[in-house]
């Protein structure tokens, strides 16, 4: 069963390329790999301008392609050697789906507290930090992020909250919606598009309306379940790290609809994927792709992470699914030496040998076979 995807809508002057229904046909597989804009033209509204102009400024994003009725074979083979976000319509995800209102949450699981975000302003800025951590019991604060304006509140009548769920003890335990909220996890069935030994975690996350999260990798595979609410992701591929200015695994490029050029020149090279999650819709995020996500109205995901690698490449210490794997760290850390090793030279030279160990880098290090 092949389920229909809605069509592409232009957003803010930002047209979206279509790559049509790829529910199954060849040409899905074929989109899939090739890594480039698809087929469909720019349908942007009356007066966008030409679509190189808008693509220029980083204005053009292509449609993050839909599959319907995808089972665990049809994944695995077809879906997941491609690397590359999906979102997977029609899924079975248990009575969640239907029974997930705001009164069911918040008496399922009760008083229990949780340590939430809580932002005076729709996008949270990890740079000036621009929210705080603060603790609320699970049934109140479900109310609170589902309401728009608050008769009790932290910092504004007008905040929004969002919820990581994290493990027992946060520093050393991963979260596992199954341990934290097990009342909830029994109706949710996460698809088992891998096998047990590969899990890592499951978060539960729960969105006021508007509320922005910002650009970030994660080093996991990841099944993004969105279960109410419509969401709104941005995506770019790992090829894109030069143009995303990272600090860690985040992007410092906040505002990615209007971004300040004169700052992030290079952003507009970074290719735009974008797709809308409606409630029932799940997110293939393969590891290392960044993702930004608006939440549309107030929404409840579950996401699990698993390991894509052997067990033993990734760290041991990692809890939130977003530390480095261990060869990626210690080779970040051989470079910096390298670096300060070239500071012991004159501008001129260091400046030649920085160039030199690029190229290598490129020569040994890229792969070659990115469309
Ligand atoms: O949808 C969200 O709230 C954030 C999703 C996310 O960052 C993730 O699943 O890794
Ligand atoms: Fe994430």
Redo the contacts with the bound molecule.
């Keep these: 069963m092949a389920a229909a995807v809605p069509p592409p809508v232009p957003q803010r002057g930002r047209s979206v390329r279509s790559t049509g229904n790829t529910g199954g046909s060849p040409r899905s597989a074929a989109a899939l790999r090739s890594g480039r804009p698809l087929p469909g033209g720019p349908g942007g509204p009356a007066g966008a301008g030409p679509a190189a102009s808008m693509a220029q400024r980083g204005q053009e994003a292509v449609a993050v392609p839909s599959l319907g009725g995808v089972g665990r074979e049809r994944f695995l083979q077809d879906v997941y050697p491609q690397r590359k976000p999906v979102v997977l319509k029609g899924m079975e995800l248990g009575s969640c789906t239907t029974k997930w209102t705001v009164d069911y949450l918040s008496q399922a699981e009760g008083s229990k507290e949780v340590k939430i975000h809580v932002s005076a302003v729709p996008q949270m800025d990890f740079l000036s930090k621009n929210f705080v951590y603060r603790t609320l019991p699970f049934n109140e604060f479900v109310q609170r992020a589902a309401e728009v304006k608050h008769k009790e509140y932290f910092l504004s009548e007008n905040e929004k909250y969002?919820l990581?769920s994290v493990g027992e003890d946060a520093r050393k335990d991963v979260a596992d919606i199954r341990k934290q909220f097990p009342v909830l996890a029994d109706d949710v069935q996460i698809p088992e598009y891998f096998d047990k030994e590969q899990f890592f975690s499951s978060?539960f996350?729960i969105?006021s309306a508007g509320l922005q999260?910002w650009t970030?990798y994660?080093v996991m595979d990841?099944l993004?379940i969105?279960v109410t609410g419509r969401?709104r992701?941005v995506l770019y591929s790992p090829q894109d790290v030069p143009y995303l200015y990272l600090s860690g695994t985040k992007s410092e490029v906040l505002d990615v609809d209007n971004p300040d050029f004169e700052k992030y020149p290079l952003f507009v090279k970074a290719k735009r994927y974008e797709c809308y999650l409606e409630a029932g819709d799940v997110l293939f995020?393969p590891a290392m792709w960044f993702?930004n996500?608006i939440?549309e109205e107030f929404g409840v995901?579950v996401?699990v992470?698993w390991k894509h690698l052997p067990a033993e490449c990734y760290d041991k210490s990692d809890t939130y699914?977003n530390k480095d794997p261990t060869a990626a760290s210690r080779a970040i850390q051989i470079l910096d030496r390298a670096l300060k090793t070239l500071e012991e030279l004159p501008e001129e030279y260091r400046d030649f040998y920085a160039r030199r160990m690029v190229s290598r880098i490129q020569e040994k290090a890229y792969r070659n076979d990115y469309g």
């Design positions: 969002y990581r978060v996350r969105s999260l970030h994660d990841n993004l969105q969401k992701v995020i993702h996500v939440s995901a996401n992470f699914g």
